[in-house]
């Protein structure tokens, strides 16, 4: 299974952007697709999730009502749309896939490479 991470960038306080996580050699319909962030010098956070078929999505506190998980079963691709970036959002954005599911990296078992994504004040 690869996964290719994209769509970060430096925004502004405010902005939105739109990550992509293209997801190949696999079949997903058993898995939770999820997205993790990872400032310098902090663990790994938990940011949103949800499974790849059917199924509620979950966030995180932090950016709950401006972060959308979604996913396109037809390109494999899972996005997650940001509005309203933080300073406090600056970090490396990671796609993670796995059969548990839930909010510990550990839990997801193929993960992307990450792409950076920095808000400006």
């Known amino acids: 299974v690869q996964l290719q991470a994209s769509g970060g960038g430096l925004v502004q306080a405010g902005d939105s952007l739109r990550l992509s996580c293209a997801a190949s050699?696999?079949?997903?319909?058993?898995?939770?697709m999820a997205w993790f962030r990872q400032a310098p010098g902090k663990e790994r956070q938990f940011v949103a999730s949800?499974?790849?078929?059917?199924?509620?999505?979950y966030y995180a506190d932090s950016v709950r009502g401006r972060f959308t998980i979604s996913r396109d079963r037809a390109k494999n691709t899972v996005y997650q749309q940001m509005n309203s970036l933080k300073p406090a959002d600056t970090a490396v954005y990671y796609c993670?896939?796995?059969?548990?599911?839930?909010?510990?990296?550990?839990?997801?078992?193929?993960w992307g490479r990450g792409t950076q994504v920095t808000v400006s004040s």
């Open positions: 993670a896939v796995g059969r548990g599911g839930g909010t510990k990296p550990n839990t997801y078992d193929y």
């Open positions: 050699g696999g079949t997903f319909s058993d898995y939770y």
């Open positions: 949800r499974r790849w078929t059917v199924g509620s999505d």
